[in-house]
């Protein structure tokens, strides 16, 4: 079923909007999830910000594997990607991010000094595919700072521009952007909360789940989930365990991938990356 919020027509409008909006801004922060730094971006991104500068932000890096997240920073350095792997929900991070945009900062001053131009503020906004935490690094890079000015006068509706240390602003609003479905990535967008489960098979999705930590987290699957070790987990294992069984004595598989895919959202099977670079 399509809700009225999802037509084709209303993502146009909504695309161009952000289109729109985007145009005066020099850098744009591309907030992905840690645990699936690629599958976690969006395609549109790539026409957005064309001629702009763009800094990719590795969030929830506390939820995602440490050496899997070092391995990623090393890749996108080598192909020439700013990425910088952050907690914005403890604030981990953001001190190497505030040197990389005083870095941006200057370089545009210097940029509008040798054109003879008036210096201004570099102008930033963020974007991403649902749940990556958009807000939460918004807030985090804004901190207590609230002081809100319109865009341009006249104007009282519509984004707001806020001022950050230096002579930098950021919109006050992050842009939602739609994922990239590719069915084999499905189950991580599902897992990192950026795709309603419900749409999929779920009890496909947990076992996608569970045959991605017994292949490369089986230690987690003990740690987190409590099963033995005897044998390859499947999700009816784990219902029986969960003790989550139908009237008739079937196992729930249903419910049983429901409580996977909760505790993957909420972080709660273990420090996890899904993809690693090539
Ligand atoms: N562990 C952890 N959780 C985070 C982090 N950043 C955000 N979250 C959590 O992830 C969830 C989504 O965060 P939001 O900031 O609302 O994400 P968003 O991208 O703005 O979401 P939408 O606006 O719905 O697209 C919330 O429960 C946050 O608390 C982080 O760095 N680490
Ligand atoms: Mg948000």
Known sequence: MTSPETTPAVQGKKKNLLIRRLRVVDLVFEVVDARCPVSSRSPLVRQLVKHKQQILILNKADLADPQATGRWLDYFAATGITAVAVDSRQGSGFRELW???????????????????LARELRTAVVGIPNTGKSSFLNRLVGRRTAATGDRPGITKGPQWVHLK????????PGVLPPQIKEGDVFKLISIGAVDYIEYEPERVGEQIINFLEENYPEN???????????PLTLEILARHK????????????RTAGYLIKLFKNGKLGRVTFELPA
């Open 243 to 254: 003790n989550f069984i139908l009237p008739e004595g079937m196992p729930d598989l249903h």
């Open 221 to 231: 699957i003990a740690k987190y989930l409590g099963t033995s070790r005897e044998g």
């Open 99 to 117: 040197g990389h945009l005083a870095g941006y900062e200057s370089e545009l001053k210097k940029r509008l000094e040798e054109k003879g131009r």
């Open 166 to 173: 230096g002579r930098i602003s950021v919109l006050d609003t």
